[in-house]
């Protein structure tokens, strides 16, 4: 997993924006499987993930609240049922590094912006 190139990205203060491109731009059903270092987040199971809070030109957006991660490590599974994204591991950011970031399906890398994760799906 690597974090690549400077954040130019300003989330509003106490959110965490991931955003996530599938190369089909097929979303349905996809979600994302948080928690924190002390356990699970109220509301958020498996079969509940956190599901995308909206769509733009790179993909689909999910928003967190940053006081669910009290140590700013944002552990994570981008999932659709038991398929799981980014080879099927546990994936984690810290969000003091970078509070929004841009994954791009089928890859490990995290990255900390858009153009980084651009040139990446190509």
């Known amino acids: 997993m690597a974090i690549v190139t400077p954040a130019f990205a300003d989330p509003a203060p ?3 924006v991931v955003h996530y491109k599938r190369k089909d ?3 349905d ?8 270092s002390r356990g699970e ?13 909206g769509k733009d030109d790179f993909g689909v957006i999910f928003t967190l ?4 991660f009290p140590d700013d490590k944002v ?9 799981k994204d980014q080879g099927g591991k546990d994936m984690f950011f810290i969000a003091k590094e970078a509070r929004e970031v841009w994954i791009v ?3 490990r890398d995290i990255h900390i912006s858009k153009e980084a994760a651009l040139a ?3």
Request: aromatic share 10%; net charge positive.
């Open 14 to 16: 106490g959110t965490i």
């Open 25 to 27: 731009n097929k979303y």
């Open 29 to 36: 059903g996809w979600g994302m499987h948080i928690w924190s």
């Open 41 to 53: 987040i109220p509301g958020v199971k498996w079969n509940t993930p956190v599901m995308p809070s």
């Open 65 to 68: 609240k940053q006081n669910l």
């Open 75 to 83: 552990n994570y599974i981008l999932h659709k049922g038991e398929s």
């Open 105 to 107: 399906s089928g890859s």
């Open 120 to 122: 990446a799906a190509r």
